[in-house]
Structure formats: structure tokens, C-alpha cells
């Protein structure tokens, strides 16, 4: 099992920034591959981004591209989403995820965190 927990959400004004992070615990996350997933009211769960077990690979949501970059430590255990020029239409709960494949599709993702709300104001 892995329990996954986000933090640093919140409130930021449209081309502000916002780093999430996700911490794990119950299993080093070396064999996962990582990813962050969003969901906006009304809105089904979209993928955002992934990063490969050993980071090699990363890939992004072209709404996010060149926006956003996904980063992990594998000593801390942790995975961070670092947010730039945030936009109204980033406003959703953004989830920390783990896969033993690095996927972009939410039904086969393995584990989820609870979520994180970031609210882009304009």
C-alpha cells in the first residue's frame, strides 16, 4: 500500500505560482512512476502530468506545457508540482498519484491522494 498526501495549495492571482508536493509513505516510491491529476467542478479527472519511476521521463497536458514542471525526490520519498503563470482555468483539486505504469489515464492509476485545491483568481 501507499498513502499519498498533498499540500501547498491555495489562493493565487491569475500568472501567479504555486509549488504542490506530495508525500508518501508505506512504500518507497522508486518502482512507481508519479503523476499529478486535476478535477474542476462539473469537469471529469484530467491527466496534468507524470514522471518516470527514476525521473528520467516526464511528460505534460498540453494545457500545462511549458507552464508546469513535475519534479521527485526518491531519498525524501516525495513529487512536486511546480505551477507558473497560472491561469483561472488551472482552478481544480489537484491529486498526487502512483502507478507501477507510467500512464496517463486516471482508471488505471494505482493509488491516489486526497487532494489539494488551487484556486486561480483573476
Known amino acids: 500500500q501507499v498513502q499519498l498526501v498533498e499540500s501547498g495549495g491555495g489562493l493565487v492571482q491569475a500568472g501567479g505560482s504555486l509549488r504542490l508536493s506530495c508525500a508518501a509513505s508505506?512504500?518507497?516510491?522508486?518502482?512507481?512512476?508519479m503523476g499529478w491529476f486535476r478535477q474542476a467542478p462539473g469537469k471529469e479527472r484530467e491527466f496534468v502530468a507524470v514522471?518516470?519511476?527514476?525521473?528520467?521521463?516526464?511528460l505534460y497536458a498540453d494545457s500545462v506545457k511549458g507552464r508546469f514542471t513535475i519534479s521527485r525526490d526518491n531519498a525524501k520519498n516525495t513529487v512536486a508540482l511546480q505551477m507558473g503563470s497560472l491561469k483561472p482555468e488551472d482552478t481544480a483539486v489537484y491529486y498526487c498519484?502512483?502507478?507501477?505504469?507510467?500512464?496517463?489515464?486516471?482508471?488505471?492509476?494505482?493509488?491516489w491522494g486526497q487532494g489539494t485545491q488551487v484556486t486561480v483568481s483573476v
Open positions: 508505506g512504500r518507497t516510491l522508486g518502482s512507481y512512476a
Open positions: 514522471i518516470s519511476d527514476r525521473g528520467s521521463f516526464t
Open positions: 498519484a502512483a502507478d507501477r505504469s507510467f500512464t496517463t489515464r486516471a482508471a488505471a492509476i494505482d493509488y
